[in-house]
Nanobody, 114 residues
Framework: QVQLVESGGGLVQPGGSLRLSCAAS????????MNWYRQAPGKQRELVAT???????NYADSVKGRFRISRDNGKNTAFLQMNSLKPEDTAVYYC????????WGQGTQVTCSW
């Protein structure tokens, strides 16, 4: 069964950190580009970070220097380390695997608030 399962979301105060995980199954993980997207209430889904098959990373300007995407091909898992979180980072975060297939996770809620 092809699926992505996100975990690690939650409630955090401004300035705090969270680490999201995305566990993949049913795909040859190492052949896929991995992306993290987010969607805040009333807004369009936006691309937050990308890691290519070769490990090259790219980030949205709004998260550069604060977020770090990584992947562990041995564990079929992608990660998003989020530091210095801001209230405007509040959103549902989605993992996406893009390759032979285009696979999406179910999303995990991240809320940054006092």
């Amino acid at each position: 069964q092809v699926q992505l399962v996100e975990s690690g979301g939650g409630l955090v105060q401004p300035g705090g950190s969270l680490r999201l995980s995305c566990a993949a199954s049913g795909i040859i993980f190492s052949t896929y580009v991995m992306n993290w997207y987010r969607q805040a209430p009333g807004k369009q889904r936006e691309l937050v970070a990308t890691v290519t098959r070769g490990g090259v990373t790219n980030y949205a300007d709004s998260v550069k220097g604060r977020f770090r995407i990584s992947r562990d091909n041995g564990k079929n898992t992608a990660f998003l380390q989020m530091n210095s979180l801001k209230p405007e980072d509040t959103a549902v975060y989605y993992c996406n695997a893009r390759g032979t297939l285009d696979v999406w996770g179910q999303g995990t809620q991240v809320t940054c608030s006092w």
